[in-house]
C-alpha cells in the first residue's frame, strides 16, 4: 500500500482524471438506479404499501388484478380458512377525473375497499371515511399538483358522479396514477347504477381478494377454490401494466453501466500499467514480490473508487433535495449501499488484466537487458 500512496502523491494530475472519469460514471449508475427505485415505486406502492402478502384472483386472469372478478361466495369460502379479519374484498377501475372549479384533469385508479378492513387507507391529512359515507373520498396526495385540496368537488368522467375529497394518503399510486379510495356503497353505485329509490345496487362483485395469510392456509386455498388462484404480493407486482417491462428495460441500462464502468476502468489502469512496465521490472530484479505488486495495483482502484463514490454520494443526496417532486427518484441507503458495493467489485474485476500483465512483466526484459 505504501507504493500506491506514493505513487497516488506523485501522480496527482493523472489520478484526479481517472476519479474525475470513476465520478461521473459512479453518478450515472447511482442516479439511473434511483430514477429505476422510482418509477418502481410510482407504479406498485399502492399495493407494495398494503399490509397484506398474498392475493385470490381469477384463474384465467393472468394475475392481472384489472381482469380478475371474484363474488362473495369465492370470499366467503376464502374467509372460512383464513378468518374474516384475514380476508378483504379490493376492486380497482382506472378512469380520469376533472376538478370542479379547476381548470385541470387527472387520470387516476379508483380502489373500493372495507373502510373497516386492514386494508383502509391510512389518511396523512383530513378525515378518513366510513362504509356509510356518501359523497366523500380519499385521495392520493399526488393530486395537490393539479391544486385538488381538502374539500375540493371531483368528477369521474365516466360515470358522472361526484365527490368532495375528505382526506389524504401519503405514496399511494397504480401503474403510475394517483389512486382514490371509495368505499363499496359508491363503488356498486358507480359500476352498477342506483335503484329507483336512490340507493345504490346491493351486488358484491370485485376484483380481487387481499389475504393475510400462512404457507398452509395459502396451500389449502389452493386445493379447495375453484377458478381461482392465490399469489403472492411479489407477483401480483411483477403482474401490473408495464411494470416488468419498464423494470426490464431500466435493469438492462444498469447491467451495461456496470460494465461500461468495468470496461472504461480497465483499459485506463492497463495503459498506466504498461507506461510503468520498466518500473515494475526494476522492482522485481529488486526483489519486489509480484503479489506486493499485485495488492498496490488493487490498492489504487480500491481507494479511486472509494473517493469517487463518496463525491458522487454527496452529489446524488444534494441532486435529490433539488429535484421536482414530480419526478419519480427514490434512492434508499440499503440501495445506495448495494450499488456502491457493486460499483467497487466491478472496478476491482476490471482492474484484474492489470494485475496479469504486472505477474507477466520480466524483470530483464523489462530494463532492457534482453540481448546481455
Not at 142 to 171: C, H, N, P, Y
Not at 261 to 281: D, E, N, P, R
Not at 290 to 301: C, E, F, P, R
Request: proline letters at 3%.
Amino acid at each position: 500500500m505504501f507504493l500506491a500512496l506514493r505513487e497516488l502523491r506523485h501522480s496527482k494530475a493523472r489520478y484526479a482524471l481517472i476519479v474525475v472519469i470513476m465520478l461521473l460514471v459512479s453518478f450515472l449508475v447511482l442516479f439511473v438506479t434511483g430514477l429505476a427505485k422510482g418509477l418502481a415505486y410510482a407504479n406498485i406502492s399502492a399495493i407494495e404499501n398494503l399490509p397484506t402478502n398474498y392475493y385470490v384472483v381469477q384463474d384465467d386472469a393472468e394475475h392481472k388484478f384489472r381482469r380478475s372478478q371474484l363474488d362473495e361466495s369465492k370470499l366467503q369460502d376464502v374467509r372460512a380458512i383464513v378468518g374474516n379479519d384475514n380476508a378483504t374484498p379490493l376492486s380497482i377501475q382506472m378512469s380520469t377525473i376533472t376538478a370542479i372549479d379547476l381548470d385541470a384533469k387527472a387520470d387516476v385508479t379508483f380502489f373500493a375497499v372495507d373502510m373497516a378492513g386492514p386494508i383502509a387507507p391510512s389518511v396523512v391529512q383530513g378525515e378518513a371515511i366510513t362504509n356509510d359515507t356518501k359523497g366523500q373520498v380519499i385521495v392520493d396526495r399526488k393530486l395537490e399538483e393539479s391544486g385538488i385540496k381538502i374539500g375540493s368537488e371531483i368528477r369521474d368522467q365516466q360515470t358522472g358522479m361526484t365527490w368532495s375529497v375528505a382526506g389524504f394518503v401519503e405514496d399511494n399510486s397504480y401503474s403510475h396514477t394517483p389512486v382514490i379510495y371509495v368505499n363499496q356503497q359508491e363503488w356498486n353505485e358507480m359500476t352498477l347504477g342506483a335503484d329507483p329509490t336512490g340507493d345504490a345496487v346491493d351486488a358484491q362483485l370485485f376484483n380481487v381478494i387481499a389475504l393475510h395469510a400462512t404457507a398452509d392456509q395459502v396451500s389449502s386455498l389452493q386445493d379447495k377454490l375453484v377458478g381461482a388462484d392465490v399469489i403472492s404480493q411479489k407477483e401480483a407486482i411483477a403482474s401490473i401494466p408495464g411494470y416488468a417491462e419498464e423494470q426490464g428495460s431500466l435493469t438492462m441500462m444498469i447491467v451495461f453501466l456496470f460494465a461500461i464502468a468495468a470496461v472504461v476502468l480497465a483499459v485506463f489502469f492497463y495503459v498506466i500499467t504498461i507506461q510503468k512496465t520498466s518500473q515494475f521490472g526494476i522492482l522485481k530484479a529488486m526483489g519486489t514480490k509480484t503479489t506486493y505488486l499485485a495488492w498496490s495495483v488493487l490498492g489504487q482502484v480500491l481507494m479511486l473508487s472509494v473517493v469517487s463514490l463518496g463525491i458522487s454520494l454527496i452529489l446524488i443526496s444534494g441532486m435529490k433535495m433539488v429535484l421536482p417532486e414530480s419526478m419519480p427518484f427514490q434512492l434508499s441507503i440499503p440501495t445506495m449501499i448495494t450499488t456502491s458495493c457493486l460499483f467497487v467489485g466491478m472496478s476491482l474485476i476490471g482492474s484484474l488484466i492489470s494485475v496479469l500483465k504486472v505477474a507477466k512483466v520480466d524483470a530483464l526484459e523489462a530494463i532492457g537487458r534482453v540481448g546481455a
